[in-house]
C-alpha cells in the first residue's frame, strides 16, 4: 500500500529478527566438535530389548538415534530450531504449484469464525483493521508461540469486524494464531494478493492474460483460504496494468469472489484503490466512475487515504446502496496529507461515520512500533479508547461462554490461580474472549469514574486477568460495568461459575449481571442480593450434585486469595444479551467508595454439559524426529543430547479449547514426575530441543509423551482419557573397527 512502503523498505527484514527462540550455539570450538561427533560411524547393529513390562495398550515406537541431515520443509519450519512457522508464498509459481502438505497442518486455523449479531452481511458501517507491522511474521510466525519480552498483540476484537494481514509479499496467508483470536470474536481474517512496481507488473500481465491463466490463479487463492480456514482476499494491485491485462481484471475478481462465496460461507473480497480502469496506476482516495468497475466486482472497496471530507460527500451519490462495502483508508502513521491518524485517528473516524461510510484502520501497530514497548498496553488501551465513540460493538452467540481474560501473552503462565511457568510468552492461540473496555477516567461524573484493563501482575489461568477499578461516587451505592455483549439462546438451566478477588482496602462486594431478552436484571452474589423474579438463580450448596459433578470437573485447586462462586439460573424462552460486574458498597455512607476488583474467569454454561463424557485421545504417534548435540543446559561443557518430534493424535473437532503436553522419563535411570512440555492448539505438537538422557553401551531409553484436553468448558479430562505414547530410543553401538578409528 502506498502509505506503507517507505516503512516497509526500511524494515523488510521481517524474518531476521532475533525473537529469543533461537538456541545458543556455542563458539567455534563447540561447533568443531559437533561435526566431529556427527560425522563418527554407525553400524546398524543395535542391543535394543522389548520392554516387557509396559502395558500392552500403550503405543510404543523405536528410535535410532541418527545425526542425519536437516529433514524437513525450510517454507514450513524455522531452520534454526525445527518449530513449524507461518509463511507466505513469494512468487507466482510458487503460488500456482501450491499443494497442501503434512508439514501444512500445524498453518490450519483449529477456531471456526463464531456467530455474531449483527451478521458481516448487515449495512451497518463496519470497521476492518489491516494490519501491518515491520514486514509481517514477527512473533506471531512462530506456530506454537514465542519467548518474547515484548510482542505487539491486539485485544478489542468486539469493535472490529474484518482482521486483514498484510505484508509485501505476493501472497499473505494470515498466520493461524491470528486467524484462531480473530474467529474466537466472530471477526473475519483476510489474507492479501499484492503486485507492486516492475515485478509485479510481470505478475499481472502473466495472469491477467486470458480466462485459464487468471482462473487458476483464483482457484488457488481459494483453494488456501479452505484449506487454511480463513475467510477471503484483500486484493492489492499497485503496478500499471496493459490494456488487456486491466480488461481481464474485472472478471477476475467476479470469478474469485463468486468462488470464495461457495467454498467459505461469509467470506470477502475487497479491492485496493490504485488502479483505474485504463490501467493507469493512480490513487483515488475515493470510489468514482474511474475505479467503480472494480467494486462492482468484488465485495467492497478499501480507500486509499489522502481523502478530504468532499471526498466524502462525492461518494455518498456514488454508491447509495452500499455505502458500508466502502471501507475509507485511515494510516495510523498519518504519513502524507490526511486527517487524523497516531491519537487523532479519532478525527479521521467522526468524518468517516458522519456519511455512514465503514472504516479501514491501516497500521495500528504504530502504538507499539513508534512508542515505548514497556508502555504497550497503555498506549494501545489510549488509541482504542479515544476511538469507542465511532466503533460499533457486535454480540459474539457463543456457549459454553468461558474466559479467563487471557490476551495471548504475558510475564508469566498461570493455571488455576498459580504461577506454572516463569518466562516472558506469546501466543495469539491462547488469546481467551476479551471484554468491551471501559475508560472513564477523563470524563468522571461526581468523581465517580470506572476504568478496565488487561492486567500481566496475576491471572487465574493463562497470562493475564482483568482488572476493573475505580470509584463510586458518594450519590450512588452501586455501578454496574458491562462486561460482554452476547446474543445467545439461554437452555433451561444456566451453569455459572465466577472467580474474583477484592484487592486493597475496598469495603464493597461484587455480583455478576445478565441482561436478557424480554426479562429484568437478574443479579446475584449470594442469597440476600438476588431480587424476586422470575429469574431467581438458584444458589448451589456444596452438596448439590450439579456443584459436585463442577467441583469433579475442576479438579484439585486452592484459592488462595481468589473468590469463587457458583450459581444456577433457570431460563425458559429467554435469550441472553449482555454480561455486567455490579460493584456495590457493603455500608453506603455518602462517601467516595474506591475499589480494585481482579476478575480471573467467568463460564457460562448449558448446565448439562457437566454431565458430557468426554471422549479418549486416540491413535498417538511421532513423526519428522530430528535428533543433535549441543551444549548442555546445566553444565556447558558437556554435549547434551535434544530430541525434536511431531507428536501427532486424534480428537473430536471443537470438543477441546486446547491441549497440554507433558513428557516423563521411563527407567533413565528412574521414572521421574510429569512435567508440562507446552500447550497445543491442534492435534499435534512439535517437540523442540527437549534435553534427554544418553543411552549408555547401547541401552535403550524410554521416555513417555501424554496429551491431555482441556474442553471448551475449560475443564481438563481425566487422565484416563489421556493419550499416551512411549519413545525407546538407543544410540547404535560402535564396532571395534569405528572404536579403533
Known amino acids: 500500500m502506498e502509505g506503507g512502503r517507505e516503512r516497509e523498505l526500511d524494515t523488510r527484514e521481517a524474518g531476521g529478527r532475533e525473537t529469543g527462540r533461537k538456541r545458543e550455539r556455542g563458539d567455534n570450538e563447540d561447533k568443531a566438535k559437533l561435526r566431529e561427533l556427527a560425522k563418527l560411524p554407525r553400524t546398524e547393529k543395535s542391543s535394543i530389548t522389548p520392554f516387557m513390562d509396559l502395558p500392552v495398550d500403550r503405543q510404543v515406537v523405536s528410535q535410532l538415534v541418527q545425526f542425519k541431515p536437516f529433514p524437513l520443509q525450510g517454507r514450513h519450519y524455522d531452520l534454526d530450531t525445527t518449530e513449524p512457522i507461518s509463511f507466505s508464498l513469494k512468487s507466482l509459481e510458487e503460488l500456482l504449484s501450491w499443494k497442501p502438505s503434512d508439514a501444512d497442518a500445524f498453518n490450519i486455523a483449529t477456531t471456526p469464525l463464531a456467530g455474531r449479531q449483527p451478521p458481516l452481511q448487515s449495512s451497518r458501517p463496519k470497521t476492518l483493521v489491516?494490519?501491518?507491522?515491520?514486514?509481517?511474521?514477527?512473533?506471531?510466525?512462530?506456530?506454537?508461540?514465542?519467548?518474547?519480552?515484548?510482542?505487539?498483540?491486539?485485544?478489542?476484537?468486539?469493535?472490529?469486524?474484518?482482521?486483514?494481514?498484510?505484508?509485501?509479499?505476493?501472497?499473505?496467508?494470515?498466520?493461524?494464531?491470528?486467524?484462531?483470536?480473530?474467529?474466537?470474536?466472530?471477526?473475519?481474517?483476510?489474507?492479501?494478493?499484492?503486485?507492486?512496481?516492475?515485478?509485479?507488473?510481470?505478475?499481472?500481465?502473466?495472469?491477467?492474460?486470458?480466462?485459464?491463466?487468471?482462473?487458476?490463479?483464483?482457484?488457488?487463492?481459494?483453494?488456501?483460504?479452505?484449506?487454511?480456514?480463513?475467510?477471503?482476499?484483500?486484493?492489492?494491485?499497485?503496478?500499471?496494468?496493459?490494456?488487456?491485462?486491466?480488461?481481464?481484471?474485472?472478471?477476475?475478481?467476479?470469478?474469485?469472489?463468486?468462488?470464495?462465496?461457495?467454498?467459505?460461507?461469509?467470506?470477502?473480497?475487497?479491492?485496493?484503490?490504485?488502479?483505474?480502469?485504463?490501467?493507469?496506476?493512480?490513487?483515488?482516495?475515493?470510489?468514482?466512475?474511474?475505479?467503480?468497475?472494480?467494486?462492482?466486482?468484488?465485495?467492497?472497496?478499501?480507500?486509499?487515504?489522502?481523502?478530504?471530507?468532499d471526498h466524502l460527500e462525492r461518494m455518498v451519490s456514488q454508491a447509495p446502496k452500499r455505502l458500508a462495502d466502502v471501507y475509507v483508508g485511515v494510516d495510523v502513521f498519518a504519513r502524507g496529507d490526511v486527517i487524523g491518524g497516531k491519537f487523532d485517528t479519532n478525527k479521521a473516524l467522526q468524518l468517516i461515520r458522519k456519511h455512514s461510510f465503514s472504516a479501514a484502520i491501516f497500521a495500528p501497530g504504530w502504538v507499539y512500533e513508534c512508542n515505548e514497548k514497556k508502555d504497550f498496553r497503555q498506549h494501545q488501551g489510549k488509541f482504542w479508547s479515544l476511538l469507542f465513540e465511532y466503533l460499533p460493538t457486535h454480540s459474539v452467540c457463543v456457549l459454553p461462554f468461558v474466559t479467563s481474560f487471557c490476551q495471548g501473552f504475558g510475564k508469566h503462565m498461570y493455571s488455576k490461580g498459580k504461577v506454572e511457568e516463569v518466562k516472558n510468552w506469546f501466543n495469539l492461540s491462547a488469546q481467551e474472549l476479551q471484554p468491551l473496555f471501559v475508560d472513564?477516567?477523563?470524563?468522571?461524573?461526581?468523581?465517580?469514574?470506572?476504568?478496565?484493563?488487561?492486567?500481566?501482575?496475576?491471572?487465574?489461568?493463562?497470562?493475564?486477568?482483568?482488572?476493573?477499578?475505580?470509584?463510586?461516587?458518594?450519590?450512588?451505592?452501586?455501578?454496574?460495568?458491562?462486561?460482554?455483549?452476547?446474543?445467545?439462546?439461554?437452555?433451561?438451566?444456566?451453569?455459572?461459575?465466577?472467580?474474583?478477588?477484592?484487592?486493597?482496602?475496598?469495603?464493597?462486594?461484587?455480583?455478576?449481571?445478565?441482561?436478557?431478552?424480554?426479562?429484568?436484571?437478574?443479579?446475584?452474589?449470594?442469597?440476600?442480593?438476588?431480587?424476586?423474579?422470575?429469574?431467581?438463580?438458584?444458589?448451589?450448596?456444596?452438596?448439590?450434585?450439579?456443584?459436585?459433578?463442577?467441583?469433579?470437573?475442576?479438579?484439585?485447586?486452592?484459592?488462595?486469595?481468589?473468590?469463587?462462586?457458583?450459581?444456577?439460573?433457570?431460563?425458559?424462552?429467554?435469550?441472553?444479551?449482555?454480561?455486567?460486574?455490579?460493584?456495590?458498597?457493603?455500608?453506603?455512607?455518602?462517601?467516595?467508595?474506591?475499589?480494585?476488583?481482579?476478575?480471573?474467569?467467568?463460564?457460562?454454561?448449558?448446565?448439562?454439559?457437566?454431565?458430557?463424557?468426554?471422549?479418549?485421545?486416540?491413535?498417538?504417534?511421532?513423526?519428522?524426529?530430528?535428533?543433535?548435540?549441543?551444549?548442555?543446559?546445566?553444565?556447558?561443557?558437556?554435549?547434551?543430547?535434544?530430541?525434536?518430534?511431531?507428536?501427532?493424535?486424534?480428537?473430536?473437532?471443537?470438543?477441546?479449547?486446547?491441549?497440554?503436553?507433558?513428557?516423563?522419563?521411563?527407567?533413565?535411570?528412574?521414572?521421574?514426575?510429569v512435567v508440562i512440555i507446552g500447550r497445543a492448539y491442534a492435534s499435534l505438537y512439535r517437540v523442540v530441543d527437549l534435553a534427554v538422557p544418553d543411552a549408555v553401551d547401547g541401552d535403550p531409553c524410554w521416555l513417555e509423551f501424554l496429551v491431555q484436553p482441556v474442553t471448551k468448558e475449560g475443564f481438563a479430562v481425566p487422565e484416563s482419557e489421556w493419550g499416551r505414547l512411549t519413545l525407546r530410543y538407543a544410540e547404535p553401538i560402535l564396532s571395534e573397527a569405528d572404536k579403533s578409528v
Open 440 to 673: 472513564m477516567r477523563s470524563e468522571a461524573v461526581e468523581n465517580g469514574w470506572v476504568w478496565t484493563r488487561g492486567c500481566p501482575e496475576d491471572a487465574w489461568n493463562g497470562g493475564s486477568s482483568l482488572l476493573v477499578e475505580g470509584v463510586i461516587p458518594a450519590s450512588r451505592s452501586n455501578v454496574s460495568v458491562r462486561l460482554f455483549s452476547v446474543r445467545v439462546p439461554a437452555p433451561p438451566k444456566i451453569f455459572i461459575s465466577f472467580i474474583y478477588k477484592l484487592e486493597g482496602v475496598s469495603d464493597v462486594k461484587v455480583a455478576l449481571e445478565f441482561k436478557t431478552h424480554h426479562a429484568p436484571f437478574c443479579s446475584f452474589a449470594d442469597i440476600t442480593a438476588i431480587p424476586a423474579s422470575s429469574l431467581r438463580p438458584e444458589p448451589l450448596s456444596e452438596q448439590d450434585s450439579m456443584m459436585q459433578q463442577f467441583t469433579q470437573r475442576c479438579g484439585t485447586w486452592t484459592l488462595e486469595g481468589w473468590q469463587s462462586r457458583c450459581f444456577l439460573l433457570e431460563l425458559e424462552g429467554c435469550l441472553l444479551e449482555d454480561i455486567f460486574v455490579n460493584i456495590s458498597q457493603v455500608r453506603p455512607d455518602e462517601q467516595e467508595g474506591h475499589f480494585r476488583l481482579r476478575i480471573g474467569e467467568v463460564k457460562v454454561l448449558d448446565a448439562e454439559s457437566l454431565f458430557t463424557a468426554q471422549p479418549q485421545v486416540q491413535n498417538p504417534s511421532m513423526s519428522d524426529v530430528v535428533w543433535r548435540r549441543g551444549m548442555g543446559v546445566a553444565d556447558r561443557n558437556t554435549l547434551q543430547l535434544y530430541l525434536n518430534a511431531t507428536l501427532h493424535w486424534s480428537y473430536p473437532a471443537h470438543h477441546a479449547s486446547h491441549f497440554r503436553v507433558h513428557w516423563r522419563k521411563l527407567r533413565c535411570p528412574e521414572q521421574e514426575r
Open 130 to 309: 489491516c494490519h501491518d507491522m515491520m514486514g509481517g511474521y514477527q512473533e506471531d510466525r512462530f506456530i506454537q508461540g514465542a519467548e518474547a519480552e515484548t510482542a505487539f498483540s491486539f485485544y478489542h476484537w468486539q469493535y472490529i469486524d474484518i482482521f486483514t494481514y498484510f505484508s509485501h509479499n505476493l501472497v499473505t496467508v494470515p498466520p493461524v494464531c491470528w486467524t484462531n483470536a480473530a474467529h474466537r470474536h466472530g471477526v473475519s481474517v483476510l489474507g492479501t494478493f499484492i503486485t507492486e512496481w516492475t515485478d509485479g507488473a510481470k505478475i499481472c500481465e502473466s495472469f491477467l492474460a486470458g480466462d485459464s491463466s487468471f482462473r487458476a490463479v483464483a482457484d488457488k487463492l481459494v483453494q488456501i483460504a479452505q484449506y487454511y480456514g480463513f475467510d477471503g482476499w484483500l486484493i492489492n494491485i499497485e503496478n500499471m496494468l496493459s490494456e488487456s491485462a486491466v480488461k481481464n481484471t474485472p472478471s477476475f475478481l467476479r470469478y474469485l469472489t463468486y468462488r470464495m462465496h461457495r467454498g467459505v460461507p461469509e467470506s470477502l473480497i475487497i479491492w485496493y484503490d490504485s488502479v483505474l480502469e485504463t490501467g493507469e496506476l493512480k490513487w483515488q482516495n475515493e470510489l468514482n466512475e474511474k475505479n467503480s468497475v472494480f467494486f462492482d466486482s468484488c465485495d467492497g472497496i478499501f480507500t486509499n487515504y489522502n481523502w478530504m471530507e
